[in-house]
């Protein structure tokens, strides 16, 4: 397995790509923006990219999407309950005079496979599961990849956890997202969507906002 982190947008957005050495097969979490540098990534590898998957849809994890897409083929997995964001005006509205300047750049082609928790699915012989967990918009969900790895979006952050005064958040429900990774059994490295890296393990131990969760 080889995961590559990249950097992209103006809000500092982790895209992941990752792929199996020997079959070449791969998947990219949340390609949020610069889509001509991953595209030129994944053709330089020659990765058979079968998968964009996004742990929820605000514009600072999909503004790549449309175009990687056309140029791989790869199928769009998200959330069935995040489908309100897919339109450029109820996603960048409540971003105010920045939102309308990224309006010419979004192109979100919408969902091939609807993420839920009973989807399984497999790549490079690498296996994906989907916890939902909610409260920094309704359809965010963490992606497990085997029992290594969790793509934690915009949930889970190393010592943080995500906002929830955007349309569709709620604190309380974040607060049982976040009670639900704790219980989760093992421990994983935690990749978010933004910031720096952790482990579950860690985040138990030290994240306030998951220790007020389990409290309550």
Known sequence: MQIKQFVVGDVATNC???????????????????ADRLIREIESARIKLKYILLTHAHFDHILAVG????????QVVVSRKDEYLFD???????????????MNRFDFPGAD????EELALEFGGMKLKFHSTPGHTPG??????????????????????????????SWPVMLQSLKKLYNLPGDYQVLPGH??????????????????????
Request: proline residues 4%; aromatic residues 8%; contains cysteine.
């Open 16 to 34: 992941y790509l990752v792929y199996d050495e020997k079959t070449l097969e791969g998947a990219i979490v949340d390609p949020g923006d610069n």
């Open 88 to 102: 450029a005006s109820a996603s960048l509205s409540p971003f105010g005079a920045y939102g309308r300047d990224l």
């Open 140 to 169: 965010s969900h963490v992606i497990q990849l085997d029992d290594s790895i969790l793509f934690t979006g915009d949930t889970l952050f190393c010592q943080s956890c995500g906002r929830t005064d955007l349309p569709g958040g």
């Open 195 to 216: 910031e720096g890296l952790s482990t579950l393990e860690r985040e138990r131990k030290t994240n306030p906002y998951m220790r007020q969760a389990v409290k309550e």
């Open 113 to 116: 496979i609807w993420m839920t």
């Open 67 to 74: 175009a990687i897409k056309r140029a791989t083929g790869a």
